[in-house]
């Protein structure tokens, strides 16, 4: 069964930096490379957003919010998404989630928080 795990977020100050982790258990690497990553969040009271997409041919999205601060990236043998994030804003506060999608299925990971706060 396809599992996703994210790690890393936390309480984080403004300009600060994090790193979240995206763990795919469950998936042979044939299928992971063909899978499509994303990063989503959802912020109290609002609605799940795209944050930034990495496609299985190996092309990038951002949200105009976060383009040219988080960076996206994918550790093939590790089956691992990364997404780096620099100079948080309060704004920036949100759950993020991380979504594989492959042809059959899309699978979603828990939720990690995030939190920019002084």
């Given amino acids: 069964q396809v599992q996703l795990r994210e790690s890393g977020g936390g309480l984080v100050q403004p300009g600060g930096s994090t790193r979240l982790s995206c763990k795919v258990s469950g998936i042979i690497l044939s299928v992971f490379s063909t899978t499509n990553l994303a990063w989503y969040r959802q912020a109290p009271g609002g609605e799940r957003e795209l944050v930034a997409l990495f496609s299985h041919d190996g092309t990038t999205e951002y949200a105009d919010s976060v383009k040219g601060r988080f960076t996206i990236s994918r550790d093939y ?25 492959t042809t059959y299925a899309t699978y979603w990971g828990q939720g990690t928080q995030v939190t920019v706060s002084s």
């Avoid at 780096?84 to 999608?101: F, G, H, I, W």
């Fill in 77 to 101: 043998p590790k089956r691992t998404v990364h997404l780096q994030m620099n100079s948080l804003r309060p704004e920036d506060t949100a759950v993020y989630y991380c979504k594989a999608t």
